[in-house]
Each structure stands twice: as C-alpha cells, then as structure tokens.
C-alpha cells in the first residue's frame, strides 16, 4: 500500500439509529445485479466507505477491503463496528457505507429465514434473488468461519469421536456449550436434533461468541463440546479437534462483500473480487491470532501486513 493511499484513509464513526433501522425494514424484493448491463458498477460518489460489524475479524476483513479498493487509486474511509447484521446491512441500505464484508450463509438466513440451501454454490445461487433491492454481493472467497462442533483430544478418544454423528451416539452424555442465540437459531440444538438426533444432557449458555470463555470451559472439563467458529486460533493453539458435519447442519459461510448495487466504482469491483480469489481460511486464522493473540496488533496493522505480503 503506497504513503499516498494511507493518507487518503479516513476513519469515520459508526453511524446507527433509528433512521438506519427503519431504512432496512422498509426494503423487501429481489435484489439487483451491480448497475449496467456488463455487471460494472457506478460511483455515486468520490469517496467508498466501508464498513464492518462489531468483531475484530469483521473488522480485519473490512480494512483489507479498504486497502485493496486503495491500491487502483480510489479514495477510501472506513466506519468500523458498526454493529450486528441488521445494523450494517441497514448502514448499506441508507446510503451510510458502500461496502461491508459478511458470510454468505448468514446473509441468506437473514434476508431469507426460510431458505433451506446448505452448500456454497447452493447459497450462493439463492443470494442474489433473496436480497433486499438495492443489495448486491461480490465474488466469494475461499475463506470461511463456520460453527462448528468442538472437542479436545481426550473428549474425542474417549468417545471416538471424529463426526457429530459420532457424538449423536453419546448425545445424551454430554454437556454442550455455545452462544445464548445456539438455542434458538436453526442449525443448533435444533438442527443437531433434526439432523442427528442429538439431544445433549444440557445446555451451557455462554455469552462469549464462541470466544475464550468458552474455550476455556471446554479446556476445564466444565464442557463436553463447544460451538466455536473455526477461525478461532485457539483450534489449532490447543489441538483442538473439530468434528465433521457429514448432514452440513453447519451451512457453508463464506467471507464475501454486501455492497450496494450502484455505488461502487468498477475499480473497487474489480479490486474487491480479486482479493477474494486470494484470501484463504488460513490467511483469517493467522490474522485472527495476530489481533487477538499475544502480539496485539490492530485490525488495520494486521491487515496492512497481509496486503503488502499480497503484491498490493
């Protein structure tokens, strides 16, 4: 990234409230391809803001975004933390950023509570249609952080586990923890029951996001298994052992940008498909443990790092 494309960068505050709300529930319909015939997109402005949810993986993701659309000249800002699903698709919507990352099974539940695809082709075939008007999506990366079921070592040789159809077997031994929402959302304990006939002796709530407490809950035997995402460093920091999902009751949920249909420069377009073709689930874990690891480094460091070790 040039001295140049640094000191176009502004960061700007979040911009929430019950106008952004409102503006995401007054929407419905089919969602557009990016303006013009050939799929190019147009600049309404001089300037692409991006912006992200309130997670440092999110975050991250957004300040490549940034740096990438930087790199052919655009100027770029960035509105970080913006909020959860509802408030950064809103954000898109009114007009308070242009572009956001997000994870392709998500957006379709949100935007669709009843679509039933599974697979990437399969949720990135429904996307499209399912949208609000005005929303678009990019190109995919490879890159994905799904839910998963977690075990340590000595959990998965004591029950030979390797699947959760395996666990379904002891189901009823076992004490599962996750996030509050696990309880309610279609792929938890919904979804483990539907789908493996997995009724777990309880349930442990933990508010964390699939985060170090609940890591260390599953380390400290408080937990049998753990819904963790599986970009988490902390998998592979402590051999942790991920079970296979054979009846995909965890939906793919690739790392992709929402952005609004007509307000992105062909460069930016470009830029941002790119990138996807180039950002690996590895390349997340990595910057995952950068940020929230022992080094500490900010969302845009760490991004900036990757950019630069990437030819941008």
Do not use: H
Request: net charge negative; hydrophobic share 40%; charged share 20%.
């Amino acid at each position: 990234m040039t001295t140049a494309a640094v000191l176009r960068r502004r960061t700007t505050a979040p911009a929430l409230g019950a106008a952004l709300l409102l503006g995401l529930t007054a929407c419905g319909g089919g969602g557009d391809p990016l303006a013009g015939e050939d799929g190019s997109g147009t600049a309404s402005s001089e300037t692409v803001t991006v912006g992200s949810a309130d997670f440092p993986e999110s975050q991250i993701v957004a300040e490549l975004y940034a740096g990438a659309i930087e790199s052919t000249g655009v100027d770029t800002e960035t509105s970080l933390g913006i909020g959860a699903r509802e408030a950064y698709v809103g954000a898109v919507q009114d007009g308070s950023v242009d572009v956001v990352p997000d994870y392709s099974g998500n957006l379709l539940l949100f935007a669709d509570p009843e679509a039933t695809a599974s697979s990437a082709e399969e949720i990135m075939d429904a996307l499209p249609e399912a949208l609000p008007e005005g929303l678009t999506v990019l190109e995919p990366s490879s890159a994905e952080n799904k839910d998963a079921m977690v075990v340590t070592p000595e959990t998965a040789e004591q029950y030979g586990l390797t699947s959760i159809a395996d666990m379904a077997e002891v189901c009823g031994e076992l004490v599962i923890a996750g996030p509050p929402e696990f309880a309610e959302r279609a792929y938890g304990l919904d979804g483990l029951e539907e789908n493996y006939g997995c009724v777990p002796a309880s349930f442990e709530p933990i508010n964390d996001g699939g985060g170090p407490l609940t890591v260390q809950a599953l380390l400290n035997g408080d937990v049998d298994v753990a819904d963790i995402f599986t970009t988490t460093p902390a998998i592979a920091d402590n051999d942790l052992v991920v079970l296979e999902d054979p009846e995909n009751n965890f939906i793919a949920q690739q790392v992709l940008p929402l952005a609004a249909a007509d307000r992105l420069p062909q460069e930016a377009v470009d830029a941002l498909n790119e990138l996807s073709g180039q950002l690996t689930t590895q390349d997340l874990i990595d910057l995952n443990r950068k940020v929230s690891g022992g080094d500490q480094v900010s969302p845009g460091a760490a991004a900036q790092e990757w950019l630069a070790a990437n030819g941008y």
